[in-house]
């Protein structure tokens, strides 16, 4: 069946902002699935609120709205569009939310839209669970004995009926947010209440515990003629009982005989066939008792997800695109396959290769979070590694975790730990619980005994044994080539043998060099060899070559002549470095491959565009570690490497690739360190008498209080050498940093803790420019909403600024060319100061693509990173067409997403340590609007009416009577408590007095958990009151109550509720923006 | 662990680790690209005279079973994977792979870089080697294995046939069952299963039982079962199955196709590689629709040989071979692929109720 005729015009629905369960995976499929629209003649209309994507490029669809992904935006998107089509199977759990509430609310019937892939029907049997159960067993498969429940009475009663320990999964929610497993009543009640108002419908299932069962999923692909066929298969390693986002899986399916596997096959086509989703791709999760064998559905996905895009790089078959072509119509006999270009799309990928999946947590960033893994997804991203053994495997994506950790220990790492900690820590699943499993075998527990505790397969048991008893031989024994090829073998890096031979990385690099033991490149092929394969996307791996009749052969991953540019990735996803990262180097390769070079893309994160095949001419799924990175630039013998736009990861590598004679592209990394090393720019400021808060460097408790009494507090503290301002902190006394110096961190010569004078009230400044070496043209001037202190990566940012006086923007403009032309940049550099009255100061400069460069591309309709990379291969500004900074008639707005719902307890106060885990963009002619429609897109709700508590800090009071009296205005009531209702009564402003919480009852926790307020200010007031305010504020995040906690967010807050009770959200598509700067430039 | 050597007739060597019996075979050296269901293709009689290399390259994972054989044992000459698990990790494993096939005296090599054999293999087309535990010279090796028989020409399915006709143990899943004359070729133990499972009482017959004896069964059908080597070494059971064309509906699988199509008067060729593997898309002409299926054959019919009363009804997708055909006239059809797949999906099930279909009423459909 060829494409559909009656077709013209497809809406696509994108994810939004990255959440945790909810990352760049979206941005991949959905960028296939433009391309694929697109490629057929489609015209494609796409909204997505998220402008770190490449989907919402402008050249990717032909009207790209940068909205809202709600209901209400989206309808008027379909009003203005009409649209003939809607996919809503390619943004995740958002987009379908979204599609399902259009369906039933009748705006499709309206507007005469079909709803292709899936149809509302298919998703509701999926995702409602009492509906998918009924046709699971109508279809007469096994499941967990279960009961639906829309109260906790019902609830209860279920639970009774099941018996404990039971699993409470909420429907219609994202990664099993308020899921959890209860063993007891309590836990029961409190999990139920939990799931119950976190569920779109609030309803839950209680379910019987399949947790410890061995858990698989598998990839299903339907087409129009009733083809299916399984694209993957994964196991996990951690059993049921963990979010398979936070368990560590491997593809394919390892401890099923083909009897067992084929069953599930049957099964999984039988569920796709039973829910009725038509074409497309579906995840299906099955559940297999360890001991009976027995087999039971989970849950099944009937859109593209996280793992469809896992599976999707781990076997090299398309998932996103090839849905996007049977939604209109194609069948997969009538696709070809890609990486052999001779084979049809309808087969099933063959494996010749392991491939693991890790998940990457940022605990550290939320203390108060419980770090134990449950049914509730809490890591934040996730690395892929492939190698040709599990243990190979699984070191390379220990590797590519970037928690600085080289494989499975061998580093000196793991500290000791009492063998009641260590059954501990295999008890209860956290993040680094496959490091306690090396610590188990090294305490001489049992593979039984662990397996008791942890309820891992025994066959990844041995896996990891086998790994820890090498490492055991390899300390015993002295360097010789064969031990080399077998340690290479188990997946361990030149910087685990140098620990156990007690040599430097670089000695383990010459002795395998001395003995010819270098990796061998293959290919991710679809089918293991049988057939040629055409799409060079490679992985490393040990194999001793056979003895030869001919000359040898080399790897498969052999280089070209052509002119050459590898670009370094950023790895997992983390909070402080995400998306916008891959972004940047996804848009270099595009310009590079434009201009005639052949690029070479490095990277491990499978969530991403720049680790689709498609992207660069080359890939490599690699961990981005020094080694690695060698070993594939020996084998392509680049041109250039590009190492400023995948953060800091490459960045941090400058130095030590170029040593190895690796040439690095762009901006010197002389001068990056220049920029990098505090004390020299610390220098280079003072000579180009700029102005920097005044610092001191303190390695000892006394040095840092000498320092701050020097500068006197407040003080901004942080270890040097870090990210996302780890565990940056701003102290307001001596109490508070010497504890800060004693707890917080290890200082030590080489890492000493840096003491700034912070600027209390000053407006902070972002600037993203790009510079060819000689000429540097501002890209964007970013002003932050809130004032300085909060990290720039979780600051909401307008663009242009919105209140600093012309002068300020252009000594803001000429500081920032200054200094770009001394540390002569070629590439992308960011800037932040901040401003204090009339005074600048400069905080940082980073000689690097940073968080905001999409969000500045956006804006102003120029890709700077693709400039950036042109600049970096040697062409000039000028010859480029960029000589001049653009300033766009409208205002665009930044906003940062936080996870706090997941992390229920952790305080939501911003600071200088980034938590947001991604960002939303609003535009608009005015700040008013543009920030509202930011607000609504990063699902802050804005309330239009109703009851605000407003509660601040001392220091605050100056500007809550203002902010009181625009809501009072606006018609809405003021609630205080005894210290700020002065303040308002003292303006003349009408205030109900209630309760702090040690007053006594009811107080204002009161008023929050029987959701009598709609909208909470609540400015930090500093030690005293913390643990009160925390309550508040926490338990607003989970009563879903919006919560201001800055002065000037609440006063931007008040603009954007005026312009929405004034008239609405407006929508407009990028590209119709972006015509407005040609008109006004 | 010993050391052990796979050497091919182009002068390949790879060095690896003895697993399983110690000794020296040789054969002609194939890869299956199935990622599960070693325990079934290690007792595949159609792999005799083969030396099976696994592309997947964790084996063994599961160990080895009671249920999932198709013969007694192992039938393969030698078997090849990159690493062999250390341990059987599933509830219905009874032992090791290492300790079975130890105990079948089956000679097997791991430790090898599996995907250049492979990629080797694709590039030459199949080879002759030996698998030897034995010898450690390579030059002496290579000439061992350009000295070793290969398949063509060969009669291999004299070795695994039965002896003499027997019926099938399992009891027919119907009131009044069918009554299926199987030739044995080194028929896969699903096959009668999935024969009773469909309703048919089945006599399983020695490949060389001439066709007044098989008639004389008085059979619903006749089946023709896989089997391993080269169909032209056959030309007896290729007579017996033209005496019985049009007098009884007959149903080929693989080998059993390719006699089919030597007895109808066509011409079989040798594949470069073969197919062996369980994720091969067929597509039914007729319909358009698509099995994944599992194959395993080195040898396929040409159907430009076969004339105008038979038709070609499925396709390879992949190299556009023939995959089945159909007689226009009489009840016969015949499929290259395993139905019974074991190891393989389960899309081509269907084909064991067309056969019922056709002995109820006649008709290929």
Redesign the interface.
């Known amino acids: 069946m060829p494409r559909r005729n009656d077709l013209h015009k497809i809406l696509i629905i994108g994810s939004g902002p990255i959440i945790i369960s909810q990352a760049c995976e979206f941005d991949y499929s959905g960028t296939q699935a433009c391309k694929a629209l697109r490629e057929e003649g489609y015209q494609v209309i796409l909204v997505n609120s998220n402008p770190a994507t490449i989907m919402t490029d402008p050249e990717f669809s032909d009207r790209t709205y940068i909205e809202p992904v709600t209901p209400e935006a989206v309808e008027k998107i379909i009003a203005r569009e009409r649209p003939d089509a809607l996919l809503p199977t390619l943004g995740g759990q958002t987009g379908l939310n979204v599609a399902i509430t259009l369906a039933q609310s009748g705006v499709l019937e309206r507007y005469g839209v079909e709803m292709i892939g899936a149809d509302a029907q298919a998703i509701r049997k999926a995702e409602d669970r009492q509906l998918f159960k009924e046709t699971m067993q109508a279809a007469g498969l096994d499941l967990p004995i279960s009961g639906v429940a829309r109260n906790l009475t019902e609830a209860r009663a279920a639970a009774e009926r099941i018996g404990f320990p039971v699993v409470i999964r909420p429907a219609f929610t994202l990664g099993g947010t308020g899921g959890g497993i209860a063993y007891n009543s309590e836990e029961f009640d409190r999990i139920a209440q939990a799931g119950l108002s976190l569920s779109l419908a609030s309803e839950v299932l209680i379910e019987e515990s399949v947790a410890g069962w061995k858990e698989f999923e598998l990839e299903v692909m339907r087409d129009k003629k009733d083809n299916v066929v399984v694209v993957c298969s994964i196991e996990n390693l951690d059993p049921m009982g963990i979010h398979t986002g936070d368990s560590i899986t491997v593809a394919p399916v390892q401890t099923l005989t083909d009897r067992e596997y084929q069953a599930m096959r049957d099964d999984a086509i039988t569920v796709i066939r039973a829910i009725g989703v038509e074409t497309g791709g579906s995840n299906i999760q099955f559940a297999v008792h360890p001991q009976t064998g027995r087999r039971v559905v989970i849950e099944m996905n009937p859109r593209v997800s996280r793992s469809s895009a896992l599976a999707s790089k781990a076997t090299g078959f398309p998932i996103a695109k090839i849905a996007a072509k049977l939604a209109v119509g194609y069948t997969l006999d009538e696709l070809p396959n890609d990486i052999t270009r001779e084979t049809p799309a309808c087969f099933e990928p063959t494996l010749d290769y392991c491939v693991v999946k890790i998940p990457r947590f940022a605990f550290e960033k939320f203390p108060a979070a419980d770090p134990t893994l449950t049914v509730q997804m809490k890591s934040v991203g996730e690395v892929m590694a492939i190698g040709r053994t599990f243990p190979e495997a699984l070191q390379k994506g220990l590797r590519s975790l970037e928690i600085g950790r080289f494989g499975l220990g061998a580093d000196g790492k793991d500290k000791p730990v009492s063998e009641a900690e260590l059954k501990g820590k295999l008890r209860t699943p956290c993040a680094e619980r496959i490091f306690a499993l090396r610590q188990a075998v090294q305490a001489g527990l049992s593979d039984e005994a662990i397996h008791e505790l942890t309820k891992i397969d025994p066959w990844f048991l041995r896996g990891i044994r086998q790994i820890v008893e090498l490492e055991e031989e390899l300390k015993k024994n002295p360097p010789g080539p064969e031990r080399i090829w077998k340690a290479k073998q188990f997946g361990f890096s030149d910087r685990q043998l140098a620990f156990l031979w007690g040599k430097e990385e670089g000695q383990i690099r010459s002795l395998r060099m001395k003995h010819g033991i270098r990796p061998r490149f293959y290919m991710v092929d679809t089918c293991a060899a049988e057939f040629e394969a055409r799409t060079p996307y490679y992985y490393s791996t040990y194999e001793k070559p056979p003895h030869l009749a001919s000359p040898p052969q080399g790897g498969e991953g052999k280089g070209e002549g052509a002119k050459k540019i590898m670009i370094i990735g950023g790895g997992p996803n983390r909070i402080g470095q995400g998306i916008e990262f891959d972004y940047c180097c996804v848009h270099a390769v595009f310009a590079l491959k434009e201009a005639g070079f052949t690029t070479v893309m490095v990277n491990s994160n499978p969530e991403t565009v720049s680790t689709d095949y498609d992207t660069a001419d080359r890939l490599y799924f690699e961990p981005l570690t020094l080694e690695d990175i060698l070993n594939i630039v020996e084998e392509e013998r680049p041109w250039g490497v590009i190492i400023q736009l995948g953060g800091q990861t490459p960045l941090n590598l400058a130095l030590r690739l170029e040593k190895a004679g690796v040439p690095i592209l762009g901006t010197s990394p002389e001068a990056i360190d220049l920029a990098e090393d505090r004390k020299r720019f610390s220098d280079l400021v003072e000579r180009l008498g700029l102005r920097q808060p005044p610092n001191g460097t303190a390695v000892t408790p006394d040095e840092a209080l000498q320092i701050a009494r020097r500068l006197t507090f407040p003080v901004l503290v942080r270890p040097s050498y870090v990210l996302g301002g780890r565990a940056m902190e701003i102290v307001y006394d001596e109490k508070d940093l010497l504890d800060y110096m004693a707890t917080a961190v290890e200082a030590s010569p080489e890492r000493p803790v840096l003491v700034d004078k912070f600027l209390e009230d000053a407006i902070e400044v972002d600037v993203d420019l790009v510079a060819d070496g000689r000429r540097a043209v501002i890209g964007g001037i970013l002003e932050h909403v809130e004032e300085a202190g909060v990290h720039s990566g979780d600051a909401a940012m307008v663009l242009p600024p919105h209140t600093l006086e012309p002068a300020m923007i252009n000594e803001i403009r000429q500081v920032s060319l200054r200094l770009a032309k001394e540390l002569k940049v070629t590439g992308l550099m960011n800037v932040q100061l901040a401003v204090k009255g009339k005074e600048l100061y400069i905080l940082e400069v980073n000689p690097r693509a940073s968080r905001t460069v999409p969000f500045v591309s956006k804006a102003i309709g120029v890709a700077l990173a693709k400039l950036a990379a042109r600049a970096m291969a040697g062409e000039t500004l000028e010859a480029l067409g960029f000589t001049e900074e653009i300033r766009p008639p409208f205002m665009a707005v930044k906003e940062s997403v936080f996870p706090f719902a997941r992390f229920l307890g952790v305080d939501i106060i911003l600071g200088p340590e980034m938590r947001s885990t991604g960002e939303v963009m609003g535009i608009d002619l005015q700040f008013g609007p543009a920030y509202a429609k930011s607000q609504i897109a990063a699902y802050q709700r804005l309330p239009l009416g109703g009851r605000v508590f407003v509660s601040v800090k001392d220091a605050d009071k100056p500007w809550v009577a203002e902010i009181a009296r625009r809501l009072a205005a606006m018609g809405f009531s003021i609630v205080s408590t005894s210290g700020t209702a002065e303040v308002l009564k003292a303006s003349g402003l009408a205030v109900e007095e209630v309760k702090k919480i040690h007053e006594g009852r009811p107080n204002v926790l009161d008023l929050v958990l029987d959701l009598k307020v709609d909208l909470i200010i609540n400015t930090p007031a500093g030690k005293a009151t913390k643990a009160d305010e925390t309550k508040i504020r926490s338990l607003a995040v989970a009563r879903g109550i919006p919560c201001v906690t800055t002065i000037p967010g609440a006063l931007a807050l008040t603009t954007g509720i005026a312009s929405l009770l004034k008239e609405g959200i407006r929508i407009c598509s990028l590209q119709e923006w972006h015509e407005t700067i040609g008109v006004a430039g | 662990m010993a050391r052990a050597f796979l050497a091919l007739e182009?002068?390949?060597?790879?060095?690896g680790e003895s697993f399983g019996a110690p000794g020296e075979i040789s054969g002609e050296v194939v890869?299956n690209?199935?990622?599960?269901?070693y325990?079934?293709i290690l007792t595949d009689p159609s792999y005799r005279g083969q030396i099976v290399a696994m592309?997947?390259?964790?084996i063994g994972?599961?160990g080895v079973?009671d249920?999932?054989v198709e013969s007694a044992q192992p039938q393969v000459e030698g078997f090849v994977v990159?690493?062999l698990?250390?341990?059987a990790?599933?509830?219905?494993h009874r032992r090791t792979l290492d300790e079975w096939l130890t105990q079948h005296k089956t000679v097997a090599i791991q430790g090898?870089?599996?995907?250049?054999?492979?990629?080797l293999l694709?590039q030459q087309g199949a080879l002759r080697g030996v698998l030897s535990t034995l010898d450690g010279d390579?030059k002496r090796l290579?000439e061992k294995a350009r000295s070793s028989p290969g398949l063509v020409g060969r009669d291999l399915v004299k070795e695994v046939t039965c002896a003499k006709p027997f019926a099938w143990g399992e009891a027919p899943a119907a009131d009044k069952p069918l009554h299926v004359a199987a030739v044995d070729c080194g028929m896969k133990a699903h096959i009668p299963r999935m024969l009773t499972l469909a309703g048919c009482r089945v006599t399983v017959v020695p490949a060389s039982m001439a066709a007044d004896q098989l008639l004389a069964l008085k059979p619903d059908g006749l089946f023709l079962s896989n089997g391993p080597g080269d169909p032209e070494g056959l030309p007896y059971l290729i007579q017996t199955v033209r005496a019985c064309l049009g007098k009884l509906p007959i149903f080929g699988i693989c080998l059993g196709h390719q006699i089919l199509g030597l007895a109808l008067g066509g011409k079989t060729y040798k594949l470069k590689f073969g197919h062996h593997?369980?994720?091969?898309?067929v597509?039914e002409i007729e319909t358009?629709?698509?099995e994944?299926t599992a194959q395993n054959h080195g040898f396929a019919v040409d159907p430009r040989s076969i004339g105008d009363e038979v038709e070609v009804t499925h396709l390879n997708?992949?190299d556009k071979t023939c995959e089945g055909m159909r007689h226009k006239k009489w009840p016969i059809f015949s499929v290259q692929y395993h139905p019974e797949?074991?190891?393989?999906?389960?899309d081509a099930h269907h084909h064991f109720k067309r056969f019922i279909h056709l002995m109820k009423r006649g008709e290929t459909t």
């Open positions: 182009d002068g390949t060597v790879f060095e890869f690209t199935s990622m599960t269901g325990q079934e592309t997947y390259p964790l994972n599961y079973n249920e999932d990159r690493a698990s250390p341990i990790s599933n509830w219905r090898i870089d599996t995907r250049a054999l492979t990629s694709r390579r290579v593997g369980a994720n091969h898309p597509m358009g629709k698509i994944i997708l992949n797949a074991s190891p393989g999906p389960h």
